[in-house]
């Protein structure tokens, strides 16, 4: 059972918009900033968003993240068919001392 | 450019204990971050296993109930992990990870390995 809540799924024809959702508590998103990973399969995840909004060296700007509150979102406008994958939220967990994630969010290009 | 690589086998035992170790190329371990095992559970939900810094400090998650150790060699440039008396349910892709601001609320998991599958299975 993962900490951080995201819905299984979610889909987009190509050049729509997509936003991910990613729900914790007060001792995760609710005191610290949220990531997002992107994975394809048989491959590792990889680093999209960090500090709820900023984007890695490479990243397309066409992803975008924020954070209110206990929530934090993952925005993919004009999607394409290269951004199907799963998309996992994480966040420091303070009563953990360490790192919680979401169970992901398969986005899938119709 | 850094890299990570996980290395050991892909079939561990009942009961038995499970030994990683993860090789860092690009970036010298001594010079800081938190350094961590992370698995994926074959249903893709991810699990925190520990983190360890150079210094030796390390946290690992309660859930393992102490069944965690972790290590770092700055001579070999490399960190392990050693997950005992396992069982089915610690079937996973185990994953070594930079971790970037651990403990901070601008953390990340900036770096990854590219995972291996360990099956525990008699």
């Known amino acids: 059972q993962s900490v951080l809540t995201q819905p299984p799924s979610a889909s987009g024809t190509p050049g729509q918009g997509v936003t991910l959702a990613c729900s914790g508590s007060?001792?995760?998103?609710?005191?610290?900033?949220v990531s997002w990973y992107q994975q394809f399969p048989g491959t590792a995840p990889k680093l999209l968003i960090y500090?709820?909004?900023q984007r890695p060296s490479g990243v397309p700007d066409r992803f975008s993240g924020s954070k209110s509150g206990l929530s934090a979102s993952l925005a993919i406008s004009g999607l394409r068919s290269e951004d199907e994958a799963a998309y996992f939220c994480?966040?420091?967990?303070?009563?953990?001392?360490?790192?919680?994630f979401g169970a992901g969010t398969q986005v899938t290009v119709l | 450019q850094v890299h990570l690589q996980e290395s050991g086998p892909g079939l561990v035992r009942p009961s038995e204990t499970l030994s990683l170790t993860c090789g860092v190329s690009?970036?010298?371990?001594?010079?800081?971050?938190?350094w961590g095992w992370i698995r994926q559970f074959p249903g893709k939900g991810l699990e925190w296993i520990g983190s360890?810094?150079?210094?030796?400090?390390?946290y690992d998650n309660p859930s393992l109930k102490g069944r965690v150790t972790l290590s770092i060699d700055s001579s070999k440039n490399q960190i392990a992990l050693r997950l005992t008396s396992v069982s089915a349910a610690d079937t996973a892709v185990y994953y070594c990870?930079?971790?970037?601001?651990?403990?901070?609320?601008?953390?990340?998991?900036?770096?990854w390995g590219q995972g291996t599958t360990v099956t525990v299975s008699s």
């Open positions: 990870a930079r971790l970037n601001a651990a403990g901070t609320s601008l953390f990340s998991l900036d770096v």
């Open positions: 690009g970036f010298s371990i001594s010079s800081g971050y938190y």
């Open positions: 360890i810094y150079r210094s030796g400090n390390l």
């Open positions: 007060d001792s995760n998103i609710g005191r610290n900033t």
């Open positions: 500090s709820n909004n």
């Open positions: 994480a966040a420091w967990d303070v009563t953990l001392d360490g790192p919680v």
